[in-house]
């Protein structure tokens, strides 16, 4: 295959969303003095959120609750495995997190490498992700990867979202790129991998996490960013 636009995603994919909320969780529990508000033990704290992040998340998947709601009531009910039942200080530590967190920089290893080589072959990079806006955008400029990137395609600026067909569709729009030409790289393989394919375009599996295929056909699985040399 002769592949000359390379269609990345963003979180968990080349930013390493997992250290970044970490790192934020920190910032929220120190700059909100927590422990003066019941929550004394960090550890369970991010614990705790995180099981309420994924709970939350899947509801609003599912259409159950709205992402303003997802926003804050994580907090909200992470607080109230500590006995608070403060919505005021949930929507603030709602509010410091989202404005914490496209600040961090952690990415995967041999991020820049590999988009160094990928630039010097002269691929096309352009990224697609369900994202937010100006959340992807800060994320970009603060980790220094924006200039990478001919084209950044979000679900505000397709009015669609991965899985969905038309998300691609308007990437190979925007891009003047070809189907045949195209390939998708990215961490889900539902909205990524499943998504491409559905369209009709390639994919690679970014499988930092050892995660089951189940039944789903990459193109190319690859566990660590330096693979990608191998495949471009
Ligand atoms: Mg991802």
Redesign the pocket.
């Known amino acids: 295959m002769s592949y000359r636009h390379l269609f990345f ?1 963003l ?3 080349l930013w390493d969303f997992d250290a970044n909320a970490m790192e934020t969780l920190a910032d929220v529990y120190r700059d909100l003095q927590l422990e003066t508000a019941g929550v004394n033990d960090f550890d369970l704290f991010c614990k705790q959120y995180l099981h309420h992040n994924a709970i939350l998340w899947d509801r609003y998947h599912h259409g159950l609750v709205s992402a303003d709601d997802l926003k804050w009531k994580r907090m909200w009910r992470t607080l109230l495995d500590f006995k608070n039942g403060s919505e005021d200080l949930a929507k603030k530590m709602s509010h410091h997190f989202l404005e914490r967190l496209p600040t961090k920089q952690n990415l995967f290893p041999y991020t820049h490498e590999i988009l160094q080589h990928l630039k010097a072959k002269e691929y096309r990079l352009h990224l697609i992700t369900n994202g937010f806006e100006k959340t992807q955008w800060r994320k970009l400029d603060n980790s220094k990867l924006g200039h990478y990137f001919e084209e950044v395609i979000t679900s505000e600026t397709s009015n669609s979202i991965k899985p969905n067909k038309e998300i691609f569709e308007y990437a190979l729009k925007v891009t003047k790129a070809e189907l045949h030409e195209s390939i998708m790289i ?3 393989l539902d909205a ?1 991998i499943q998504g491409a394919l559905n369209a009709g375009m390639d994919a690679v599996f970014v499988n930092h996490i050892n995660a089951e295929l189940n039944g789903i056909r990459p193109t190319y699985v690859i566990h660590h960013l330096r693979e990608l040399e191998e495949i471009f």
């Open positions: 995603d979180d968990h994919t990215g961490d889900n990524d």
